[in-house]
């Protein structure tokens, strides 16, 4: 059971990295990102080209994958994403969609459709309460914890934070106050662009990377966001914990039904909790 658990804050860890970039986009631009889960996928892709070159340095590989999806997150919010601002969401998923997929058959023409494997980087267990688990995968916990303590740092205490969090509540307020919202929109897309990417360098190693890998994991994301609240980050981190145990521990009893799982919970909080996007 240990090691159940164990998996399930993995799960979190890695679900709340790439779901605090949704919840921020959706909570702030009203826009559904499809073109998330190619970012995330990118990130991975970008780790396994990185990788040779950097002697096998998956601390230099990581951090040159999430520089690298910079310019391309850039590209989707300054011609595709800042295009949709203001007008119905089902615009911004058929576009966002559409630069997923175009997104990801460019990924098979450059690295295959096979999945590729990779190892894991630290190759170091621990053993807890008698149970052998990998040092990786707490490490990526501990990483998910900094990650969301530094946002809230972010948020409370820089301009750009300050600016954003009153966006949440009132952009045409902000605005009036002769603030280009637009420019801190592209800021926190950027960001919520490479911490997606961070999680696709993070899990590459836990499962093996394909060109539908981001197709799968921004289902879950969406459902991370709902539940969490949009622009929470303190629900999105909580609920990507929750998410993430809900899906270890029903996979452990009744595989097949992990995924889905997440959907009953989402749809049980939405029921008591309905969202005005």
Known sequence: MISTIAYGLTIGAILFIISIGLSLTFGTMRIVNFAHGLVYTLGAYFLISTLPFARNNFILGALVAVLAVIPISYVIERFVVRKLYGISIDYAIIATYAVALIGIDAIKWIWGASPIPLSDPVGIDISLFGITLPLYRLIIILLAVVIFIALLIFFKKTMVGKIVVAALEDKDAVR????????????????????????????????????????????????????GGLGNIKGTFVSAFVLGMVMAITGRYWGPAAETMVFVVMGIVLIFKPIDV
Request: proline content about 4%; some cysteine; glycine content about 12%.
């Open 176 to 227: 009036g106050l002769g603030i280009s919202v637009d420019k801190y929109f592209t800021y926190i897309f950027v960001i919520g662009s490479c911490l997606a990417a961070l999680g696709g360098v993070l899990y590459a190693p836990i499962t093996s990377v394909h060109p539908y890998m981001g197709m799968m994991v921004l289902l879950v994301s969406f459902a991370v966001v709902l539940v």
